[in-house]
C-alpha cells in the first residue's frame, strides 16, 4: 500500500484559484501514472487529470484550459493547479496513483467548495 495524502482544498470563490498536492510515501516512479479525480455529490467519479511517467498529460473536458497536473519526481509529489474554478468544480477531488500490474491507490480526498 501506498498512502497518498493530500492537501491544500478548501473554499474559494468563482474565478478564484487553489493548488492541491498529493504526497506519495513511496517513489513516484513506481508508478505507471498519477492523476486527479473528484466526485461531486449524487454523481460518478470522474477524471480531472492524469499524468503518466513519461510526462505525457491528459485533462477531462470540463478542466481543460484551466486546470495544470505537475509532478515533482524528486519530491514524490503531483500537484493540480485550479484557475478559473466554477461552482461546478465543487467536489472531493482525490489523488490516484497507479502501479504497474496493480490495483490504483487511492487517497482520502481533499473537499473543493466553489462559491458564486
Known amino acids: 500500500q501506498v498512502p497518498l495524502v493530500e492537501s491544500g482544498g478548501g473554499l474559494v470563490q468563482a474565478e478564484g484559484s487553489l493548488l492541491l498536492s498529493c504526497a506519495l510515501s513511496g517513489s513516484i516512479f513506481s508508478m505507471d501514472a498519477v492523476g486527479w479525480y473528484r466526485q461531486a455529490p449524487g454523481k460518478q467519479r470522474e477524471l480531472v487529470a492524469r499524468i503518466t511517467k513519461g510526462g505525457t498529460t491528459n485533462y477531462g473536458d470540463s478542466v481543460k484550459g484551466r486546470f495544470t497536473i505537475q509532478k515533482d519526481n524528486a519530491r514524490d509529489t503531483v500537484y493540480l493547479q485550479m484557475n478559473g474554478l466554477k461552482p461546478e468544480d465543487t467536489a472531493v477531488y482525490y489523488c490516484?496513483?497507479?502501479?504497474?500490474?496493480?490495483?490504483?491507490?487511492w487517497g482520502q480526498g481533499t473537499q473543493v467548495t466553489v462559491s458564486s
Open positions: 490516484n496513483a497507479e502501479p504497474s500490474g496493480g490495483y490504483p491507490y
